[in-house]
């Protein structure tokens, strides 16, 4: 889901900085840096920045910017939040981009209309789910896990797979019938996987490493239950 540099025009990379770097800049300085002067908590941050650096450059696609790749973000957020996802997911973009540009295929114009719609969008809207799980349903183990997580990660790729197509039908790079047949349809069916990649990592930290799930109360999910 990559833009290359080439696809658009310099307008839309610009226009890209100016949202991204104000939400960056939020991030950077709302995180809770606290936590990470843990160092199991680092370790574990910068354990997840690593492989999902391995994930998501792990991709295919027929078309320039119509990349497919699993994302992680809702796994990310429901470690460690919103903020410091967003710096991690960030910081992963980076490694692929730098990857990308040590090829010699695309390098930096995009980098910040990349972050809008593979890291932003899909941090924000995996952290909405899960705060309107809280608010409005029980607080229970397995709501947690098939909303929170399954639901979340499915509702979350879907989302950027929906920003990046908007983009390109609106810049004019693929006409909307195209998107829809050559890459929504594809989008759907990766849902399923990103729901069971980022389901299965919460389930087994949830269970055996709840520490590092800074969304994950014992007293809220387990023993009032």
């Known amino acids: 889901m990559n833009f290359p540099d080439a696809l658009l025009s310099p307008i839309w990379a610009s226009g890209a900085f100016l949202c991204f770097l104000p939400v960056l800049i939020w991030s950077v300085a709302t995180a809770p840096w606290v936590r990470l002067t843990d160092s199991a908590q680092s370790?574990?941050?910068l354990g997840a920045i690593v492989f999902l650096a391995l994930v998501w450059n792990m991709k295919a696609g027929v078309k320039p910017g119509l990349n497919l790749h699993l994302l992680g973000a809702t796994m990310f957020t429901l470690m460690f939040g919103r903020q410091l996802a967003i710096i991690g997911l960030a910081s992963v973009l980076a490694a692929v981009t730098l990857n990308v540009w040590f090829s010699g295929v695309s390098g930096w114009q995009a980098y910040a209309l990349n972050a809008l719609v593979l890291v932003v969008v899909p941090v924000f809207v995996s952290d909405i789910i899960r705060q309107l799980m809280e608010r409005v349903l029980p607080a229970n183990f397995f709501i947690y896990i098939f909303i929170g997580a399954f639901f979340g990660a499915a509702a979350?790729?879907?989302?950027?797979?929906?920003?990046?197509?908007?983009?390109?039908?609106?810049?004019?790079?693929?006409?909307?019938a195209f998107l829809w047949q050559h890459y929504?349809?594809?989008?759907?069916?990766?849902?399923f996987a990103e729901a069971w990649l980022n389901g299965a990592m919460i389930t087994l930290m949830a269970v055996y490493l709840p520490h590092w799930l800074g969304s994950f109360d014992d007293q809220r999910y387990l023993l009032n239950n």
Not at 165 to 170: D, H, M, Y
Not at 184 to 191: K, M, Q, R
């Open 43 to 45: 370790n574990v941050w």
């Open 156 to 176: 979350s790729l879907l989302a950027a797979g929906v920003a990046t197509a908007s983009v390109l039908w609106l810049a004019g790079a693929y006409p909307a």
């Open 184 to 191: 929504l349809s594809y989008i759907l069916l990766l849902t």
